[in-house]
């Protein structure tokens, strides 16, 4: 009978929520500067968190390696956008007279851009990745992969969405074949029809969404028959289709919602390394849960933090400024809102108050990716490590090591198109 082991997630909330608002602080501090160490901190937190048969996952990857990357990343765009850009606006004016084909063949060309950069950033973090002491690896192919996305994505256009599960288990399998653990090559079985199924609600729900916006459009748009550039029948029926579109989007995010977790969790379970498998019992009802109420708490948390900021910003107004002292908690409120015409003696420069404003607005957007990893990012990892489990891990004893993948440029593409999560 071949062996099964168990993950168990050893993380606890308490150390990420100092590690993650030290590291935030540090980040707004410098500017940003020390965002690509508080990455690296935060992914070792998490990778230890995760213990496969007890043994944690290891992430050896440096800030610094993320910042030459970025670095580098960013001069090789701004001089390939730039050459770009002015040829296409030249081309666009030469032949149209107008620029916006321009910004639209612009918009098409960073697709693949796209594509080119998350892999390059999936191979630089599975190139730092260790479980057991062996190194994961994924093979150069960013450029394949990128030209086999805009494939994958034609086709789903032409489909008008039907093929998105074959675009899904494609791209995945297309990153699976080339992924090694040690020097066992990993292999993405299943089928893409396997996926089929958990899409058809999502795909009936954005057909009828385009139909319906469809028909809206054919609505005629003469004879202005009550003011609103509409026969008064069809501006009813245009009222009615806005609000039922409106009204799909809703079951349309849920059912996709739905969809990603039965694809993640059917991929999973086709993945195997030799004879080694995975075996995944995802919960959607669970996921949703985790992510509405760890949004809610989120919100909650960020703005109670949020509050008591300015409340501590409005104290040092008063007491720098105590011709504030009337208008007490509110002083910060009132600066951003400019009420401070009125008030007797000294008030804060414009420029001050702009300062202050700013400092508040980062602070919020702070309080809120600290807490959304630790109530909705930590929780979710939970959930996924422990509902993970390997079978054949008696095989795992013949696995050898592996030459250290450089994956030179580390995510610095990536995140110069701001990709991906925190982590």
């Not at 059917?266 to 075996?279: C, D, P, R, S, V």
């Not at 807490?371 to 008696?394: D, N």
């Amino acid at each position: 009978m071949a062996q099964l082991l168990k993950t168990e997630f050893e993380g606890r909330l308490g150390p990420l929520l100092r590690l993650s608002l030290w590291t935030s602080v540090l980040s707004v501090v410098t500017f940003g500067f020390y965002r690509f160490w508080m990455k690296t901190r935060l992914r070792q937190h998490f990778w230890a968190a995760v213990r496969p048969d007890r043994t944690p996952l290891e992430y050896v990857g440096k800030g610094i390696e993320k910042f030459t990357g970025f670095l580098i990343a960013l001069v090789i765009l701004a001089l390939l956008i730039g050459v770009l850009a002015l040829v296409l606006v030249y081309a666009s004016y030469a032949m149209f007279s107008e620029e916006y084909e321009a910004y639209l063949i612009a918009a098409l060309i960073a697709v693949p851009l796209v594509y080119f950069a998350s892999y390059r950033a999936k191979r630089y973090v599975y190139a730092r990745t260790r479980w057991r002491g062996i190194r994961f690896a994924l093979e150069p192919a960013a450029g394949r992969y990128a030209l086999y996305a805009v494939g994958q994505w034609l086709l789903t256009l032409v489909t008008l969405g039907l093929l998105w599960p074959r675009m899904t288990f494609k791209l995945e399998k297309f990153r699976t074949d080339r992924t090694f653990f040690g020097d066992q090559r990993l292999h993405q079985g299943g089928k893409w029809a396997g996926l089929l199924k958990s899409f058809l609600p999502a795909l009936a729900c954005l057909w009828l969404i385009l139909g319906m916006t469809a028909y809206a459009a054919t609505l005629k748009t003469d004879e202005a028959v009550d003011g609103s550039g509409l026969p008064a029948a069809d501006a009813l029926t245009l009222a009615k289709l806005i609000g039922i579109i409106a009204f799909m989007t809703l079951p349309l995010f849920f059912f996709y919602a739905r969809y990603r977790i039965v694809a993640l969790r059917y991929l999973a379970n086709h993945k195997t390394a030799g004879q080694i498998g995975l075996i995944s019992n995802l919960s959607f009802p669970r996921v949703l849960g985790i992510t509405i109420g760890g949004y809610i708490l989120t919100n909650i948390f960020t703005l109670l933090a949020s509050l008591a900021t300015g409340a501590i910003l409005s104290l040092l107004l008063v007491v720098v400024y105590p011709g504030l002292s009337d208008l007490g908690f509110s002083a910060m409120g009132a600066l951003n809102e400019g009420r401070l015409n009125d008030v007797d003696g000294a008030v804060p420069s414009p420029e001050m108050a702009t300062g202050f404003a700013l400092f508040l607005y980062l602070a919020t957007l702070l309080f809120f990716g600290v807490f959304r990893q630790c109530f909705v990012l930590f929780p979710t990892w939970r959930h996924y490590a422990s509902t993970l489990s390997i079978t054949g891990g008696e095989h795992l004893v013949g696995i050898r090591q592996r030459d250290r993948d450089e994956a030179g440029g580390a995510e610095g593409m990536a995140e110069a198109f701001d990709l991906g999560a925190a982590i």
